[in-house]
């Protein structure tokens, strides 16, 4: 069964750069027809899709973020990462990140970043 | 995007009673792009029925999907104390995917 870890700060500063990292395991992240995604969940609220990228490096980002947002993969370490650049307080949320085939099939347990000065 | 919307927001029921959650989509969704999760009180969510009606691995049969076109729904037919949670409805059948904004069912 495919295992998601995510890691990075758990604070950052506001105008900074958020990066989280995603560790698969239990199964290829070279896997064709998975979609390697990232959500995030405000305080609270619902559930927001950031966007995919698949093993060999293509993406699509949610047009409400894609101005801030990169994504990118390193096969050989079985990760995937996201950047997102000027966070700003609504910024602050729960990011999971998830696999995509059929669906969502699996899920980080999820990381809080606080934008914070 | 496809907007999707969820009712009621709040469903408020007893242990052993049927759940019935709906689930609205802006414009109209193949079935086979609609999924619907459970999310409980400080975890991820979990992917329950994908394919508008297939339940995912190990989810009980007390769980269904149905709907098309436009409207979608999700049966619990029996709650058990662990079903009260909030559930999400989603679609990927166009990009960028959307969730629904949730429906927390409640003990009353």
């Known amino acids: 069964q495919v295992q998601l870890q995510e890691s990075g700060p758990g604070l950052v500063k506001p105008s900074q750069t958020l990066s989280l990292t995603c560790t698969v395991s239990g199964g290829s992240i070279r896997s064709g027809g998975y979609y390697w995604s990232w959500i995030r969940q405000h305080p609270g609220k619902g559930l927001e899709w950031i966007g995919y990228i698949n093993y060999s490096g293509s993406t699509y980002y949610n047009p409400s973020l894609k101005s801030r947002v990169t994504m990118s993969v390193d096969t050989s370490k079985s990760q995937f990462s996201l950047k997102l650049i000027s966070v700003t307080a609504a910024d602050t949320a729960v990011y999971y990140c998830?696999?995509?085939?059929?669906?969502?099939?699996?899920w980080g347990q999820g990381t809080l970043v606080t934008v914070s000065s | 995007d496809i907007v999707m919307t969820q009712s009621p927001a709040t469903l408020s029921l007893s242990p052993g009673e049927r759940a019935t959650l709906s689930c609205r989509a802006s414009?109209?969704?193949?079935?086979?792009?609609l999924s619907w999760y459970q999310q409980r009180p400080g975890q991820a969510p979990r992917l329950l029925i994908y394919g508008g009606s297939t339940r995912a691995t190990g989810i009980p049969a007390r769980f269904s999907g149905s709907g098309s076109g436009t409207d979608f729904t999700l049966t619990i037919s029996s709650l058990q104390p662990e079903d009260f949670a909030v559930y999400y409805c989603q679609q990927d059948y166009d990009l960028p995917w959307t969730f629904g904004q949730g429906t927390k069912v409640e003990i009353k």
């Open positions: 998830a696999s995509a085939a059929l669906a969502f099939d699996y």
């Open positions: 414009q109209s969704v193949s079935s086979n792009y």
